[in-house]
């Protein structure tokens, strides 16, 4: 009872820390304005009619103008606000589904993987995090799949995950293609031609002026990336328009057939998968509401830039090579990008605790632990890139997260594998399965990228969904679930 007692209090105390430094603005205004009703009631009409009587009229212009001005201006000069009507993720038949022994069956139809080789990738889905029900794109499940993962086989997996999306976002919302402005897409491995964007314009029969962007090259947190250049773009359009953002990572023509660690890494995580997202500037039928979008690029370090690096191993086999430094690489990108969105986000009490903290360090002693502040105080769900379990691993370690606010991703992980770009998207649609969105409730979503990317959005929800319906349909009912720390199977 005794140790229970002093952290209580400290909890009380922190509580009446932050309701005093949040709410300053109010504490201070009230008393000033309730003096002034009160010297107001004190003088009577009559008197505070001579006062008005003997002011100068130059002195009443400019009392009326310099407000209104000023009003005028600010809202002239703020941004546009950008919403979010709705998003859909595809959701692959139990025909895709890739258990951990048909995966290790097929990697054993390839020539150059050894035994070595084998026993690697077994040991690293058993501690990966991924389920049993994750799910690969039709060409890699044809034995030996290195032969089958082609051209035509990667355009028939954008056809299969891509169009799905898109159809389903399209249901949803009930707009029709001929209302989209603005088309923005990010697969990062795959850039065929004709273009990704004109595969979809040619889908749907777009418009002839639509104005359309393919990001490629930009990794797992593009998907960000490509939120932010829709934001630009319909912040300059005409009220009412209407942008098509498509996450995905074609994963057909990019399967590894070395022998090279690091660059088989990713062919035992990424998974099939897309989301497509429609945007807007006018906020009707809109749920979420876009607050910031913030961008951190560390590319200008060789470190930096290299430890996710696409290249030929020794053998001359193509393949994605993740670095051994990866993980300090995302912390400090990590870092940097919370300074960043920090300031436009956390709470007043929070931004004072890093300055006195900062100061602390700069003018006491560096032997002062820096002050990580609490973004538990800036939103309510956490939406991390679940690139990894390691990934995850230390964003909760390194935020203060508790288990059930990187549930989310975990799960994620656990039933779709990496993602890419669209993990994000997966693990929103979680939460909302869930039935833990509320109105009001902010939700910050985190990616991490080569290049190497850590880029963060802040959405605040309009209006929860109405259904559970989604890519978690079949399956919410069964999570959470325990995932070991080694998986036996």
Known sequence: MSSASPVLGGERLKAVYRG?????????????????????????????????REARPVHLFLAAFLPAAAATVYLKMRPRAVYMVDYACFRAGPNCRVPFATFLEHAKQVPVLDERSIRFMTRLLERSG????????????????????????????????????????????????????I?????????????????????????????????????????????????????????????????????????????????????????????????????????????????????????????????????????????????????????????????LVLPASEQLLFALSFIARKVVSRRFKPYIPDFRTAFEHFCIHAGGRAVIDELQRSLGLSDEQVEASRMALHRFGNTSSSSLWYELAYIEAKGRMRRGDRVWM??????????????????????????WATSIHRYPVDIPDVLKH
């Open 20 to 52: 005093v430094v949040d709410n300053f603005l109010a504490i201070v205004a009230v008393p000033i304005v309730a003096a002034a009703l009160v010297a107001a009631a004190r003088s009577g009409p009559e008197e505070l009619g001579d006062r008005l």
């Open 183 to 343: 088309l923005v897409v990010n697969c990062s491995l795959f850039c065929p031609t004709p273009s990704f964007v004109d595969m979809i314009i040619n889908r749907y029969k777009l418009r002839s002026d639509i104005r359309s962007t393919h990001l490629s090259g930009m990794g797992c947190s593009a998907g960000l990336i490509s939120v932010g250049l829709a934001r630009s773009l319909l912040q300059v359009a005409p009220h009412g328009a209407h942008a098509l953002v498509v996450s995905t990572e074609t994963i057909t023509p990019n399967y590894y057939v070395g022998r090279e660690r690091a660059m088989l890494l990713p062919n035992c995580l990424f998974r099939i998968g897309g989301a497509a997202a429609l945007l807007s500037n006018s906020p009707s039928k809109a749920r979420f509401r876009l607050r910031h979008v913030v961008r951190t690029l560390t590319g200008a370090r060789d470190n930096a830039y290299r430890c996710v690096f696409q290249e030929e191993d020794a053998e001359g086999h193509r393949g994605i090579n993740l670095n051994k430094d990866l993980m300090a690489i995302a912390g400090d990108a990590l870092k940097a990008n919370i300074t960043a969105i920090g300031p």
């Open 446 to 471: 985190i990616g991490f990228g080569s290049g190497f990317k850590c880029n963060s959005a802040a959405w605040e929800c309009i209006q929860p969904p109405r259904d559970a319906d989604g890519p």
């Open 130 to 181: 991924l389920g049993e029900e994750t799910c690969l794109p039709p060409a890699q499940h044809y034995i030996p799949t290195y032969k089958y993962c082609n051209l035509e086989a990667a355009r028939g997996e954008v056809d299969l995950v891509v169009f799905s999306a898109i159809d389903d976002l399209l249901a949803k919302t009930g707009i029709s293609p001929d209302a989209i402005d």
